[in-house]
């Protein structure tokens, strides 16, 4: 079984920052693309940032330029580090990373629990 663990939200006033971080434990050979999503009240989850093992990276355009995803390979983990946060960056976010167990070629892909993050004005 794979498990992703996030840590690292809370309360900040708008203009503040927050860092996300997410570990991946379980029995893994390879991990490839590993992602944030949020989820606001009333809303569809959506994309935040997305990396993949090589290291290139995909924004959504409402976090461009204030958030930035990474991620340390040896420990399964990556990260997102939220600059000049808005009230509207108020949601639940959420982790996933897509997984192949050892003994399988395939990739699956996993979600954290998620953590929330709440930004007032």
């Known amino acids: 079984q794979v498990q992703l663990v996030e840590s690292g939200g809370g309360l900040v006033q708008a203009g503040g920052s927050l860092r996300l971080s997410c570990a991946a434990s379980?029995?893994?050979?390879?991990?490839?693309?590993m992602g944030w999503y949020r989820q606001a009240p009333g809303k569809q989850r959506e994309l935040v940032a997305a990396?993949?093992?090589?290291?290139?990276?995909n924004y959504a355009d409402s976090v461009k330029g204030r958030f930035t995803i990474s991620r340390d390979n040896a420990k399964n983990t990556v990260y997102l580090e939220m600059n000049s946060l808005k009230p509207e960056d108020t949601a639940v976010y959420y982790c996933?990373?897509?997984?192949?167990?050892?003994?399988?070629?395939?990739?699956?892909?996993?979600w954290g629990q998620g953590t929330q993050v709440t930004v007032s004005s």
């Open positions: 996933n990373a897509d997984v192949a167990r050892y003994g399988s070629r395939r990739y699956d892909t996993y």
């Open positions: 379980g029995i893994i050979f390879s991990i490839n693309a």
């Open positions: 990396i993949v093992s090589g290291g290139r990276t």
